[in-house]
């Protein structure tokens, strides 16, 4: 573990290293609260190149909290697809109602951290950034440059690693620039000391980092607990239709795709025409979860049929055009572009 000069050092290098290299990213430019918020849950498991289009949307669509609170769950739900993790689009959108109906934003980390969707991480990034608050942000891009910087080799994601990570962290904290700090170090960890092949020569903290120039220390930290074994789930979708209508359902309130528009997996009455496989099936991975999924089509003998057989999956008939202005998962909408048009 390093000692607080070192820490210092650390924090004067990071400083003068983010003011000449920090992204122009759009919600630094002219930062609010919500804006911040805003990033800070997009960009949980999202790319910043992939999270900046949707930040942009959200804005367009939802300019305040107010606008977000008064959409319904599905809109904003519409507005994620193509994110995932589309539990964090509803529990933004529970957040924002919280707010609204507060009639102000939290004002603190504690405050934030009340807030579904939102944890220390989250908090912390928004406390310091849109209130100045003195509170270390730790993600997962912070967790690799310290533990790299100070030689933690606990996990990162056991508890005795955490706590060594946030020691260091809070002791590099700039009490004068919190905002600043915590997105320098983040920022550090996306461009220089990245999970591969870190940039040394390039890096502000390198003098006393344990890990400088150290392929070796690179490979193992941060260094992470066993991995959960990935399931495998073998989904059967059934995609039932006549003339251009089919069947589609809303998943459960709960678990993956939670409220969001997919296909049964229930067959259909014998009296309906089977058709065979509709396309290759096709493998889509989720977090923890590998999807094998193959999609079997039928014809109905008749619109009622359809009907009767939507009632019984708890589902709805509609067109292809409809089902696309619903909030679908990303593996329907692989299946949209592939069968819609047949
Ligand atoms: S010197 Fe290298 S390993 Fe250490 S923090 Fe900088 S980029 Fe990462």
Redesign the pocket.
């Given at each position: 573990m390093t000692n607080l000069n070192n820490a210092l050092v650390a924090q004067a290098g990071l400083r003068t290293w983010y003011a000449n290299h920090a992204r122009n990213l759009p919600w630094r430019l002219k930062p609010s609260l919500y804006g911040t918020w805003l990033s800070e849950i997009l960009l949980q498991q999202t790319q910043v190149e992939t999270g900046r289009p949707k930040w942009h949307l959200f804005m367009e669509r939802f300019p305040t909290v107010g606008h977000l609170a008064r959409a319904s769950e599905s809109e904003v739900l519409k507005a994620w697809e193509g994110l995932g993790y589309y539990r964090r689009a509803t529990l933004l959108h529970k957040a924002s109602r919280i707010i609204e109906a507060a009639g102000e934003f939290p004002m603190s980390y504690d405050a934030w951290l009340k807030l579904p969707g939102v944890g220390p991480y989250t908090a912390a990034a928004i406390a310091s950034i849109g209130l100045g608050e003195a509170v270390a942000a730790v993600d997962g891009n912070v967790q690799?440059?310290v533990s790299?910087?100070a030689g933690i080799a606990d996990p990162v994601d056991g508890k005795t690693g955490a706590q060594a990570i946030q020691t260091v962290a809070d002791a590099w904290l700039d009490h004068d620039a919190p905002g600043n700090h915590n997105q320098a170090v983040m920022e550090?960890g996306a461009l220089?000391?990245k999970p591969r092949k870190?940039?040394?020569t390039l890096?502000p903290?390198?003098t006393h980092?344990?890990?400088?120039?150290?392929p070796d220390?690179?490979g193992v930290l941060p260094a992470k607990k066993l991995k959960k074994k990935v399931q495998r789930w073998e989904l059967t979708w059934h995609i039932a239709r006549f003339e251009n209508n089919i069947v589609a359902i809303k998943r459960p309130e709960s678990g993956v795709w939670a409220n969001m528009w997919a296909f049964p997996e229930t067959p259909p009455p014998s009296h309906f025409l089977p058709l065979g496989a509709l396309m290759k099936p096709i493998t889509h991975l989720l977090t923890h979860r590998r999807i094998e999924a193959t999609f079997q089509g039928w014809r109905a003998p008749s619109k009622a049929a359809l009907e009767a057989y939507a009632k019984e999956v708890a589902g709805e008939v509609m067109t292809w055009n409809a089902l696309k202005k619903r909030a679908m998962p990303r593996l329907v909408t692989k299946v949209f572009d592939a069968l819609h048009g047949e």
């Open positions: 690799r440059v790299r910087w550090l220089v000391c870190p940039l040394c890096c903290i390198s980092c344990a890990s400088a120039n150290n220390m690179w």
